[in-house]
């Protein structure tokens, strides 16, 4: 009996032995099969982790971006809570205006950065080489303008003046009298004038030579509106008010200096030899005077933009708020072509009666310079060279000359807030 006991002991203990031997083998095959499936759970989990982190980061770019370009307040450090977790976001003005914002964000230890530049930049269209208001334009002497030229007054000229394009004077007082077209004339009223092509008029037509073909009766061409309204040169004042120089007044340069975006709180005078890099807009509570071989040019690091200059007195417009601009002063664009400089004067005697200039260009002056003046006069003399002249009335004498480039179609300028800002560069970072 005792060894049948213990041959049934036995066989227990061996059956035990069995079961433990195979609970072992499924184990090992089960930790070995669910290793990776381990270590990718935990994989998935670390890239669900940073990528929470990433869409934190990038709201709280977005964030950011949105009240920049809506033109909404911001503090230049913000912070983002989404659901507990937080992504820090700062701003960092740049030179020329630019605006850098970088986003940190961190979900359980997974951390995300995003960086935006904002670059600030408008369009702009110059159809025209010059387009004049209600104020009309008046060539003499042997001024030229090449390219087309539009106006919502008369168009008025004396002796060898010469437009080589179309010239237009619009609406129901239109009157073109004493000019020369190289293409076509468009006017209620033509006199005096040798068009090189046809002549579209309405009812009177006086003592004209006409290459072309003539057509009495055409419809009157409707005003045109300026390409720059006041709104969009106060965000280029807001942009440069970004700095200001309260002193020493006049604000004189001599010598070479990188200028803006700024904003002068008087007279500008820049004159000797003096060399000025333009990184973004100026706004000069008084006069501008550049004289005597002084260099403005467009900072390369700009490439393709244009930049604005603007003389704008908002307690004085009539007898202040003037530009002039002569002896041999040079307009440079950034050695990029396309890249232009404008001078704006915010001078309204004209439009109001007076007989101030709002911008004075003579002696010399040459290169890539836009002159623009909605509400003033502009007068050009004695061997002037420009890209584009546009304002409420235009005088051209002597040997001025206006060469419309097709660039300036559509011309980029540096400017304010608003609208004005666009994404320059969206990326993640360390």
Not at 176 to 203: E, L, Q, V
Not at 278 to 292: A, Q, R, S, T
Not at 381 to 394: G, H, Q
Request: proline residues 3%; charged residues 15%.
């Amino acid at each position: 009996m005792k060894n049948k006991i213990n041959l049934k002991h036995n066989k227990g203990q061996a059956m035990l032995v069995i079961v433990l031997f195979f609970i072992f083998i499924f184990s090992s095959f089960i930790i070995v099969f669910s290793a990776p499936a381990i270590i990718e759970f935990g994989a998935s989990k670390d890239l669900l982790d940073s990528k929470k982190s990433y869409f934190l980061a990038e709201s709280g770019a977005e964030d950011i971006a949105y009240r920049i370009k809506t033109g909404q307040l911001y503090d230049a450090n913000e912070v983002l809570n989404i659901g507990g977790s937080y992504a820090t976001t700062t701003v960092v003005n740049l030179s020329g205006g630019e605006k850098e914002i970088t986003s940190s964000a961190d979900f359980l230890s997974s951390i995300r950065k995003i960086k935006i530049n904002f670059i600030t930049d408008i369009g702009i269209s110059f159809n025209y080489g010059v387009q004049a208001g209600d104020g009309g334009f008046n060539m003499e002497n042997s001024s030229t303008i090449s390219g087309n030229a539009y106006s919502n007054g008369p168009v008025t000229g004396a002796n060898s003046n010469l437009i080589k394009g179309d010239v237009v004077s619009a609406d129901a007082s239109g009157l073109i009298s004493g000019i020369h077209a190289t293409s076509s004339a468009y006017a209620h009223s033509i006199t005096n004038s040798t068009i090189d092509r046809d002549a579209y008029y309405y009812t009177s037509f006086i003592n004209n030579t006409v290459g072309g073909n003539i057509y009495p009766g055409s419809v009157d061409k409707l005003k045109a509106a300026f390409p720059i309204s006041d709104s969009m040169i106060s965000e280029w004042e807001s942009a440069a008010a970004s700095s200001t120089i309260n002193s020493p007044c006049p604000y004189v340069i001599n010598g070479n200096v990188l200028l803006g975006p700024v904003k002068i709180s008087c007279n500008l005078e820049i004159k000797s030899s003096a060399v000025v890099n333009l990184l973004g807009p100026v706004w000069v509570l008084g006069n501008i005077e550049i004289e005597n071989n002084a260099i403005l040019k467009v900072d390369p690091i700009l490439l393709n933009k244009s930049v604005v200059m603007i003389a704008d007195n908002p307690s004085n417009r009539t007898t202040s708020s003037k530009i002039e601009l002569e002896n041999s002063a040079q307009f440079q664009n950034s050695g990029t072509k396309g890249s232009y400089i404008m001078m704006v004067s915010g001078n309204n005697s004209a439009e109001l009666g007076g007989g101030e200039k709002a911008i004075t260009i003579e002696n010399s002056v040459s290169g890539d310079v836009i002159l623009y003046s909605n509400h003033g006069e502009i007068l050009l003399k004695n061997n002037v060279n420009l890209r584009e002249v546009t304002a409420y009335r235009i005088r051209l004498q002597n040997t001025a000359n206006v060469i419309y480039e097709t660039g300036l179609a559509n011309t980029v300028f540096k400017s304010g807030p608003g609208g004005g800002y666009s994404i320059n560069k969206w990326q993640e970072t360390n």
